[in-house]
């Protein structure tokens, strides 16, 4: 084809996420025992009441379009579980349901900006981010964060990157990749600089569920009314209820906002599927159990794995917070030589433990980080024994 194509299409790199786990796919499938901490999304099937929402929305004839930006039963559901977890007042006017939660944050991105406009976020970052806000027109600003303090950012690192293009700031408390998760104290001071500054709260809670060692979410909408009316709250089913194949996210926000974006998807997708969001329903309204002893299970693997790693010579973590990864620091090993291979960046150390151990890990370059990979702990006990035991052959222990 000799055509020009899309600059902007041309641009956008792929996930390497997914890279990543397709090539450890492609190599089970060839027969190889591939221990996979790649995969972001829980090992758990869908909780049965769930599933039996979605049977009973294909077998009743739910099946029809549905309003574009989501069922007025889903949007109440969303509503009650905004007050009762989170404190949140808002109205069905104020929701919008999306085909998951990167949908969510793409309309989000395309409703609020300019060409270019700034977003800041942190480093760390999740792998869509970057790619989200150029896709928007806008500019990715990116603050690095360190592991001591947690791989948070404060306001005073915001405001040392502010400029006059500063249009939002990206707030991912649970973190993927980083497992960080936001106290109350330290969102009430980036809330006071972002409502000083008239700039828009991105907040990604998609992992809110999955917080550990008897601590809150806290959600950065529910400080006050000033700070509620900047916040774009992004949530969704697919992480704590096993759902990721099912597609439901949810925004709530400005009612201006939350408008822009269902003309916008009402144009690119029009509605999520119907037997999606009535399962959806049961999710949030249903009974939890499911939920809570998938978070024991991930507890119990989150503890093990972060033990392992500090276990191992040259590698060491810090226990997160939330979510279900964790981010492994090798840079002791960079400019060292490894069975023969030259550990010199992220991507080095991710193709010596897939070759050598067959353990497939995410390389911290996709989250703009260089010292570290990460790996997700939503596998079993028994993987992570053995991945971790394979790593621990091949290094040594400390």
Known sequence: MNLELSKKGLAIEPSVTLAIS?????????????????????????????????????????????????????????????????????????IIVSNGGKHSLYNALMAILNEGDEVMFSIPYWVSYPELVNIAGGKPVMIKTLEENGFKFSSSELEANRTSKTKAIIINSPSNPTGAVYSRE???????????????????????????????HVSIASLNEDIKDLTILINGVSKAYAMTGWRIGYTAGNEKIIKIMSNIQSHTT???????????????????????????????????????????????????????????????????EVEGTLINSSLDFSNLLLDKCKVAVVPGIAFG???????????????INTGLGRIKDLLGSK
């Open 369 to 383: 980080d260089d010292n570290y990979v990460r790996l997700s702990y939503a596998t079993s006990l028994e993987n």
């Open 186 to 216: 330290e969102l009430e001071d980036i809330a006071n600089w972002a409502v000083k500054n008239n700039i828009i709260v991105i907040s990604d809670e998609l992992y809110e569920k999955l917080i550990y060692d008897n601590k809150d």
């Open 22 to 94: 397709a090539k450890a796919t492609a190599l089970k499938n060839a027969g190889e025992d591939i221990i996979n901490f790649s995969v972001g999304e829980p090992d758990f099937n869908t909780p049965k009441n769930i599933q039996n929402a979605g049977i009973e929305a294909i077998t009743s004839g739910i099946t029809k379009y549905t309003p574009a930006s989501g069922t007025p039963n889903l949007k109440a559901a969303i509503c009650k579980k905004l007050e009762e977890d989170n404190g949140l007042i808002y109205k069905p006017s104020e």
């Open 270 to 336: 029009s509605n999520p599927s119907s037997i999606s969001q009535h399962a959806s329903i049961e999710a949030l309204s249903g009974n939890q159990d499911s939920l809570l002893n998938m978070k024991k299970e991930f507890d119990k693997r989150r503890i093990q794995m972060a033990d392992l790693i500090n276990s191992i010579k040259g590698l060491s973590a810090t226990l997160p917070e939330g979510a279900f990864y964790i981010m492994l620091n090798y840079s002791q090993l960079k400019g060292k």
